[in-house]
T-cell receptor, first 113, second 115 residues
Framework: NAGVTQTPKFQVLKTGQSMTLQCAQD?????MSWYRQDPGMGLRLIHYSVGAGITDQGEVPNGYNVSRSTTEDFPLRLLSAAPSQTSVYFC????????????FGPGTRLTVT | AQTVTQSQPEMSVQEAETVTLSCTYD???????LFWYKQPPSRQMILVIRQEAYKQQNATENRFSVNFQKAAKSFSLKISDSQLGDTAMYFCAFISPEYGNKLVFGAGTILRVKS
């Protein structure tokens, strides 16, 4: 049982480049989400999904796209990277109950130059 | 909107002593849950303790306990017998079914345990 996995662990992009951060979980969790962590701001919700085929915006969705074609995978796409997207990104999952423990991936440190 | 405030950006404590991290939150909901997460230098997010708002009894997990004051909307974390391994960033977080079960985090408190 690998839990929540994220790839890559580190990435450097140039402004305007695109990329996809991968996230997968093997716990059959319905709820998955993406957060970004910036100094002094805690973790902020980017997008989330309550099940395959269903996604919704969080607090800071601009510049990011998501899709949920399977229960296991929830990739995050940056269409045109900007320096303001330099951050650490966390994927998380939990059961649909809402108040169960949320399991986090190891994070991806993204730098946009 | 639901907000979570951690007013202590950094704290330090001597090994074996007790430290309390503060957290306040703002909500109009009556049904919600509060969490403390630990993020060590490895960056991994680890759930430390959870409190249901409808429970009056404060949650306890070994050396970690909370002081939940619902009327004051306060949720502090007490770490007893601090250990070097407790050095980490600590986040207070809030979730409410009425707010779509979205987890809202505070800005975090860096705790340094000194030997």
């Amino acid at each position: 049982n690998a839990g929540v996995t994220q790839t890559p662990k580190f990435q450097v992009l140039k402004t305007g480049q695109s990329m996809t951060l991968q996230c997968a979980q093997d716990m059959n969790h319905e709820y998955m989400s993406w957060y970004r962590q910036d100094p002094g701001m805690g973790l902020r919700l980017i997008h989330y999904s309550v099940g395959a085929g269903i996604t919704d915006q969080g607090e800071v969705p601009n510049g990011y796209n998501v899709s949920r074609s399977t229960t296991e995978d929830f990739p995050l796409r940056l269409l045109s990277a900007a320096p303001s997207q330099t951050s650490v990104y966390f994927c998380a999952s939990r059961t649909d109950s809402g108040v169960g423990e949320q399991y986090f991936g190891p994070g991806t440190r993204l730098t946009v130059t | 909107a639901q907000t979570v405030t951690q007013s202590q950006p950094e704290m330090s404590v001597q090994e074996a002593e007790t430290v309390t991290l503060s957290c306040t939150y703002d909500t109009s909901e009556s049904n919600y849950y509060l969490f403390w997460y630990k993020q060590p230098p490895s960056r991994q997010m680890i759930l430390v303790i959870r409190q249901e708002a409808y429970k009056q009894q404060n949650a306890t997990e070994n050396r970690f306990s909370v002081n939940f004051q619902k009327a004051a909307k306060s949720f502090s974390l007490k770490i007893s017998d601090s250990q070097l391994g407790d050095t980490a960033m600590y986040f207070c977080a809030f979730i409410s079914p009425e707010y779509g079960n979205k987890l809202v985090f505070g800005a975090g408190t860096i705790l340094r345990v000194k030997s």
